[in-house]
Every structure is written in structure tokens, then in C-alpha cells.
T-cell receptor, first 114, second 114 residues
Framework: GAVVSQHPSWVICKSGTSVKIECRSLDFQATTMFWYRQFPKQSLMLMAT?????????EQGVEKDKFLINHASLTLSTLTVTSAHPEDSSFYIC??????????FGPGTRLTVL | QQQVKQSPQSLIVQKGGISIINCAYE??????FPWYQQFPGKGPALLIA?????SEKKEGRFTISFNKSAKQFSLHIMDSQPGDSATYFCAARSPEGGGNKLTFGTGTQLKVEL
């Protein structure tokens, strides 16, 4: 089956620092990847859609300058949380869309900002 | 119109019983309806999915029933097991943007008791 990995699985950082999260499709090429945010006991909220080689499309209310997304290859997308603050603490999940249009999710990254 | 309403919010079922989770949508343009299973601290995993031209799909102990006229679909877990205890999300795919975006329900926490 299609496998999506994320790195790191968890990260703790100080307020004001930037954090980069990687999302990789391991056994398929993904022209489109997605970044979601999930708060405890809540649903997944789409932050942005990332297309290989082009700028990401952000959902309404998501600050593009704060959440920088780069999709440099067909197997890698990165999310950088810039100048992180405690309110950015959350579970960040990526997904990758295969050629059949199915989305496969990564295991998530737990970000804690102190 | 992009909402997907899911119920119940939580569910307790005895081992061997049937777990039923319901979802309803408004947007008739949705063209694909997957269900995801999520364990704590993990990313969602695709469980089973259905397209609107099919009324029922069964895979092992999991069945999706789809009622296009009522704009409702449900997940049935037969012979529920303690290992099924997890959060379940229904979702609906929108054809906008090339058929990429998933809208998630609010989630159902299932607990299967011995």
C-alpha cells in the first residue's frame, strides 16, 4: 500500500523559533500533497494544498507567511512554522494524493511550542 | 454547503455488537466518500470508501451504506472488537480544484467494551 512518512514525529521548540516538518511519499509519486492541523479531540482542518513545482494554495484564515510550504519534488513537501508561538502547538498531518486520486495520510507531527 | 455532519460524537458498544456511525452532507457535487480510522497520536488510515453511484460497499466487517437521495451515508462495523476502539472520521471529496479537497466530519470516538 501507499506509505507516507513525516519527520519529525514530535518536536518541542521555544517561542519565536522556526520549525520544519517534512512529508514524504515513500512508494509513489504525489503531484499533490495536503497539510492539515488537528487539535485534541477535534477533526482535521485543511491548511493548504501543495502542488509540485508551484505555490501552495492556502485555506481561508491560514497565514501563508507563517506556514511556509514547499513542494520541491514529487515525493517531498515541507511545512515550516515560522516564529512559532504556543498557540501554534498542534498535531500537524500531511497527506499525499496518488494517481487514482486517493489520499494517504502521514503519521503526524506533534508540535509543542514553549 | 461544504459541511459534513457526523454523529454520534461518541459511541460505546459491547464486544461482538454492531457499531453504526452516520454522516450527512449538503453538497451534491461531492464525488467520493471515504471513512478514516485514527488511533491516538497517529495519522488517519483509510478504512473503506464509496462512490455515489453505489448504495453499499462491504469490506470484511466494515460496510458503508449510501443513500444518495437523502444525502446520507453510514459506516457499520459488524462484530465490533476492542481493537476497533478509535476515532472514526467520514469525509467527502469535492471536485473543485481537480478533485482534491476532502471535507471531514467531526469524528466519532468509538469504544468497544469487553
Amino acid at each position: 500500500g501507499a506509505v507516507v512518512s513525516q519527520h519529525p514525529s514530535w518536536v518541542i521548540c521555544k517561542s519565536g523559533t522556526s520549525v520544519k516538518i517534512e512529508c514524504r511519499s515513500l512508494d509513489f509519486q504525489a503531484t499533490t500533497m495536503f497539510w492539515y492541523r488537528q487539535f485534541p479531540k477535534q477533526s482535521l482542518m485543511l491548511m493548504a494544498t501543495s502542488n509540485e513545482g508551484s505555490k501552495a494554495t492556502y485555506e481561508q484564515g491560514v497565514e501563508k507567511d507563517k506556514f511556509l510550504i514547499n513542494h520541491a519534488s514529487l515525493t517531498l513537501s515541507t511545512l515550516t512554522v515560522t516564529s512559532a508561538h504556543p498557540e501554534d502547538s498542534s498535531f500537524y498531518i500531511c497527506s499525499a494524493r496518488d494517481q487514482r486520486g486517493m489520499q494517504f495520510f502521514g503519521p503526524g507531527t506533534r508540535l509543542t511550542v514553549l | 454547503q461544504q459541511q459534513v455532519k457526523q454523529s454520534p460524537q461518541s459511541l460505546i458498544v459491547q464486544k461482538g455488537g454492531i457499531s453504526i456511525i452516520n454522516c450527512a452532507y449538503e453538497n451534491t457535487a461531492f464525488d467520493y466518500f471515504p471513512w478514516y480510522q485514527q488511533f491516538p497520536g497517529k495519522g488517519p488510515a483509510l478504512l473503506i470508501a464509496i462512490r455515489p453511484d453505489v448504495s453499499e460497499k462491504k469490506e470484511g466487517r466494515f460496510t458503508i451504506s449510501f443513500n444518495k437521495s437523502a444525502k446520507q451515508f453510514s459506516l457499520h462495523i459488524m462484530d465490533s472488537q476492542p481493537g476497533d476502539s478509535a476515532t472514526y472520521f467520514c469525509a467527502a471529496r469535492s471536485p473543485e480544484g481537480g478533485g482534491n479537497k476532502l471535507t471531514f466530519g467531526t469524528g466519532t470516538q468509538l469504544k468497544v467494551e469487553l
